[in-house]
C-alpha cells in the first residue's frame, strides 16, 4: 500500500493545468521579446562600431577642424577637400523647406480629422494619407524634378532645373502622414472629459481644440514633428534626383546642392575607388548624421518629458 501511495501521480485540477501553462507560455513570451530588445540593442552598437571603425582612418588624414568648419566639399576633384558643412547646409535647408509645408498641413489635418471629422470621413481620409507613406521615394522624386520644378519655374523664371525647393515641397507633402497620423492618435487619446469641461464653460468645438485638446496632446504633437525631423534628414532619393548634388554651402532654397545621404549613395554607387580616403569619409559623413539624428530625438525626448510634467 505505501508503494501505491508514493508511485501516484499528484492530483492537479484543470485550473492549476491552466495557470502552469499560461505562466510558462508568458515566460516564453516574455524571454523572446527580451531577446530581441537585445538583439536591437546590439544591431545598433554594431552599427556605430562599423562607423566609428571604417571613420578611424578618414580622420587620420583630414582634421576634426578641417571636418567641421570648412565650406569645400570636393572628394572627386583633384585638389580635395573634406568639409562636412556644404552638406550639412543641403540637408539642413530641404528639411527645413519640407517642414514649412508639412507642419502646417499635418498639424491641421490631425485637428480635422480628431476633432470636426465624421467616421465616415476618417475612414476615408486615413487609408489614404496611408498611401502617402507607401510610395515609394524614387516616384516622389521623380515627381518633384518632372512636375513640381516646372511649375515653380513659371512663377520664378529664374529658378534652376536642379535646386532644393521642389525636392523640399515634395518631401514635406511625403511627411504629412507621418504628422497627421501620429498627432491625430495623441489628440484622439486626451480624455472625453476634458472636452466635456471645456463645453460645459462655453467654449466652440474649434476653442477646444486649439486651447483644450492641443495643448494637452503637445507631448505627442512634439514627437510626431520629431519623427517629421528625422524622417526628412534621412530622405535620400528625392534630394539624390531632384536637388543636384552640387556640394555648396548656401541655405538659399533656390540654388542646388547636395544631402548627406545623396552624397552615400553616390560613393556607395562606385563614383569612388573602394577603401581610399573618398570612400571613407562616407563613414564620416554617416556619423555626422547620426549625431543630427539622435540630438533630435533626445531633443523631442526632453520636450516631450517637459509638457507632460506640465500637463
Not at 553616390?266 to 581610399?276: K, N, P, R, Y
Request: aromatic fraction near 10%.
Amino acid at each position: 500500500m505505501a508503494n501505491k501511495k508514493s508511485n501516484a501521480k499528484p492530483n492537479i485540477s484543470p485550473a492549476l493545468a491552466k495557470n502552469i501553462r499560461r505562466n510558462f507560455l508568458e515566460r516564453i513570451i516574455e524571454l523572446v521579446l527580451m531577446f530581441s530588445g537585445f538583439i536591437a540593442v546590439l544591431i545598433t552598437f554594431g552599427i556605430v562600431y562599423i562607423l566609428v571603425s571604417e571613420s578611424i582612418p578618414f580622420f587620420e588624414a583630414v582634421t576634426f577642424k578641417e571636418f567641421l568648419t570648412s565650406t569645400v566639399w570636393t572628394p572627386n576633384f583633384e585638389i580635395k577637400n573634406y568639409g562636412i558643412l556644404p552638406l550639412v547646409a543641403g540637408t539642413l535647408t530641404i528639411t527645413g523647406v519640407a517642414l514649412i509645408v508639412a507642419v502646417p498641413i499635418g498639424t491641421i489635418t490631425a485637428v480635422y480629422l480628431s476633432e470636426f471629422a465624421s467616421h465616415k470621413v476618417k475612414e476615408t481620409v486615413k487609408p489614404v494619407l496611408e498611401l502617402l507613406v507607401g510610395v515609394p521615394t524614387v516616384v516622389f522624386g521623380y515627381f518633384a524634378l518632372l512636375l513640381v520644378t516646372p511649375l515653380l519655374q513659371k512663377i520664378y523664371p529664374d529658378l534652376s532645373t536642379f535646386n532644393m525647393l521642389g525636392p523640399g515641397i515634395v518631401m514635406g507633402i511625403m511627411i504629412v502622414p507621418y504628422i497627421a497620423s501620429v498627432a491625430e492618435d495623441a489628440m484622439r487619446a486626451v480624455p472625453m472629459s476634458m472636452r466635456e469641461g471645456s463645453y460645459a464653460m462655453g467654449a466652440t468645438r474649434f476653442q477646444t481644440a486649439v486651447s483644450v485638446v492641443m495643448p494637452a496632446a503637445t507631448s505627442g504633437i512634439v514627437a510626431a514633428y520629431i519623427l517629421a525631423v528625422s524622417r526628412g534628414i534621412g530622405e535620400t532619393m528625392i534630394v539624390a534626383i531632384a536637388a543636384g548634388q552640387q556640394p555648396n554651402f548656401t541655405f538659399n532654397p533656390v540654388d542646388s546642392a547636395a544631402t548627406i545621404t545623396a552624397y552615400i549613395v553616390s560613393v556607395a554607387l562606385g563614383d569612388l575607388e573602394h577603401g581610399g580616403i573618398g570612400y571613407q569619409s562616407i563613414f564620416a559623413a554617416g556619423i555626422t548624421l547620426f549625431v543630427m539624428t539622435l540630438s533630435l530625438n533626445i531633443l523631442g525626448q526632453w520636450t516631450r518629458n517637459k509638457f507632460t510634467e506640465r500637463y
